[in-house]
């Protein structure tokens, strides 16, 4: 069983850059065919989709966050991170990192992480 988990501050300052890290276990981020995203929900709003780091390490990002986010990776940890700059209160979420295969649906979830972007 894959197990994902969200590490990192709770609370960022406007105009700072929030770092997130997502720790696997259970499975091998260079696992083939697989795809290691983020993922963020607003309060009252829908999932977004932020971007992706495959198993190879080729990165893709949505076209409204591609100028200040940046998705990494450490194979020798296992993790993934997100580097998202420049946030404002609009950035205020719950981030999830997630895993999807060849099926393309999501197949596992971290529990998520509020980050509140405030003053």
């Known amino acids: 069983q894959v197990q994902l988990q969200e590490s990192g501050p709770g609370l960022v300052k406007p105009s700072q850059t929030l770092s997130l890290t997502c720790t696997v276990s259970?499975?091998?981020?260079?696992?083939?065919?697989?795809?290691w995203d983020w993922i963020r929900q607003p309060p009252g709003k829908g999932l977004e989709w932020m971007g992706v780091?495959?198993?190879?390490?080729?990165?893709y990002y949505s076209p409204a966050l591609k100028s200040r986010t940046s998705i990494s990776r450490d194979t020798s940890k296992n993790q993934f991170s997100l580097q998202l700059s420049s946030v404002a209160p609009e950035d205020t979420a719950v981030y999830y990192c997630?895993?999807?295969?060849?099926?393309?649906?999501?197949?596992?979830w971290g529990q998520g992480t509020q980050v509140t972007v405030s003053s």
């Open positions: 259970g499975g091998s981020i260079t696992t083939t065919f697989y795809s």
């Open positions: 997630a895993a999807r295969g060849r099926r393309r649906e999501y197949e596992y």
């Open positions: 780091i495959t198993y190879d390490g080729s990165t």
